[in-house]
C-alpha cells in the first residue's frame, strides 16, 4: 500500500454529494421534544438518581435543534437569492425587461 501517489495516477475528486440538512435536523429537534416529553414525565425519579440535568439537556437540545433549522433556511433562502439575477439588474445589464415576474 502506498500513501502518495503522483499527479498521473491519481483519479478525479468525485462530485460532492448532496444532501438535505433540515430533515436531519429536523429528525433530531423531533427526537429532542419526544426526550424532553419523556424526562419532563420522569424527573422526579430522574432527579433522584441524580439525573436531573436531562430536562436542560433536552431543552437545549431542542433549541439548538430549532435554531439550526433557522440558520439552514435562512442560507438556503440566501443562496437562491444569489443564484437568480434581479429583475432590475438583468434590464440594466441587457437593455430590455425580462420576461420573469
Same mark, same amino acid.
Given at each position: 500500500?502506498? #500513501?502518495?501517489?503522483s499527479?498521473?495516477e491519481?483519479?478525479?475528486?468525485?462530485?460532492?454529494?448532496?444532501a438535505?440538512?433540515?430533515? *436531519?435536523? #429536523? +429528525?433530531?429537534?423531533i427526537?429532542?421534544i419526544?426526550?424532553?416529553?419523556?424526562?419532563?414525565? #420522569?424527573?422526579?425519579p430522574?432527579?433522584? +438518581?441524580? #439525573?436531573g440535568?436531562?430536562v436542560?439537556?433536552?431543552?437545549?437540545?431542542?433549541a439548538l435543534?430549532?435554531a439550526?433549522?433557522v440558520?439552514?433556511?435562512?442560507?438556503?433562502r440566501?443562496? *437562491?437569492?444569489e +443564484?437568480?439575477?434581479?429583475?432590475a439588474? +438583468?434590464?440594466?445589464?441587457?437593455?430590455?425587461p425580462?420576461?420573469s415576474?
Amino acid at each position: 500500500m502506498r #500513501f502518495w501517489l503522483s499527479e498521473e495516477e491519481r483519479r478525479p475528486d468525485p462530485a460532492p454529494a448532496r444532501a438535505d440538512a433540515r430533515k *436531519a435536523l #429536523f +429528525a433530531g429537534t423531533i427526537l429532542w421534544i419526544v426526550a424532553l416529553a419523556v424526562f419532563w414525565w #420522569f424527573r422526579e425519579p430522574l432527579g433522584v +438518581a441524580g #439525573f436531573g440535568w436531562f430536562v436542560p439537556a433536552s431543552i437545549v437540545g431542542v433549541a439548538l435543534g430549532v435554531a439550526g433549522l433557522v440558520v439552514v433556511q435562512v442560507r438556503r433562502r440566501g443562496a *437562491a437569492s444569489e +443564484a437568480e439575477p434581479d429583475a432590475a439588474d +438583468a434590464q440594466a445589464r441587457d437593455g430590455y425587461p425580462s420576461d420573469s415576474v
